[in-house]
T-cell receptor, first 111, second 114 residues
């Protein structure tokens, strides 16, 4: 089976930096993805790490350490519109493209 | 271009009734997924279609749940004899193909079983 752990909620102020950690246990691993979901909206893809290291996309960066079964999403220069839930997801298991999601981290950005 | 569409957006049904949820993936996407999301929870994988291959049904919670994909495009998720615990948002996603990292999600169908 597969399981992912991430904090349930994080609060920060505009302009701050937030790091959302994700640890996983999986029987097969093809990569770690991050998705953003605003209340009432559909999840949207943010980033993917298939290899160890840091991937940077604008204000958002994602990191993976396969030896530690650990990754994180870094949100920089927080803006009010970043208030949303963020999910880590692992590709693995019976079908290589199936995603197993964590429970999500709700980020609340305050002025 | 058009994204993933789902219908209906909301469905209220009585316990014991059957429901059908529809998903129209992005044109040309060969991979299609169904997920379920309960309030405040993560997404739970249900079923995965890839091209003409046999679907991965490993996430379907019971034999009351089934799905089909016709012509490699539109998919229908059917829940028979609905139960209150089936109440959730059902999300469909598509991707360009197997091994593609990015999945594109539809807006979901909110199912309420009374």
């Amino acid at each position: 089976g597969q399981s992912l752990e991430q904090p349930s909620e994080v609060t920060a102020v505009e302009g701050a930096i937030v790091q959302i950690n994700c640890t996983y246990q999986t029987s097969g691993f093809y990569g770690l993805s991050w998705y953003q979901q605003h209340d009432g909206g559909a999840p949207t893809f943010l980033s993917y790490n298939g290899l160890d290291g840091l991937e940077e996309t604008g204000r958002f960066s994602s990191f993976l350490s396969r030896s530690d079964s650990y990754g994180y999403l870094l949100l920089q220069e927080l803006q009010m519109k970043d208030s949303a839930s963020y999910f880590c997801a692992v590709r693995g298991g019976g079908a290589g493209n199936k995603l197993t999601f964590g429970g999500g981290t709700r980020v609340l950005v305050k002025p | 271009g058009a994204g993933v569409s789902q219908s209906p957006s909301n469905k209220v049904t009585e316990k014991g009734k059957d429901v059908e949820l529809r998903c129209d993936p992005i044109s040309g996407h060969t991979a299609l997924y169904w997920y379920r999301q309960s309030l405040g929870q993560g997404l739970e994988f249900l079923i995965y279609f890839q091209g003409n291959s046999a679907p991965d049904k490993s996430g379907l919670p019971s034999d009351r749940f089934s799905a089909e994909r016709t012509g490699g495009s539109v998919s229908t998720l059917t829940i028979q004899r609905t139960q209150q615990e089936d109440s959730a948002v059902y999300l469909c996603a598509s991707a360009r193909g197997a091994g593609t990292n990015e999945q594109y999600f539809g807006p979901g169908t909110r199912l309420t079983v009374t």
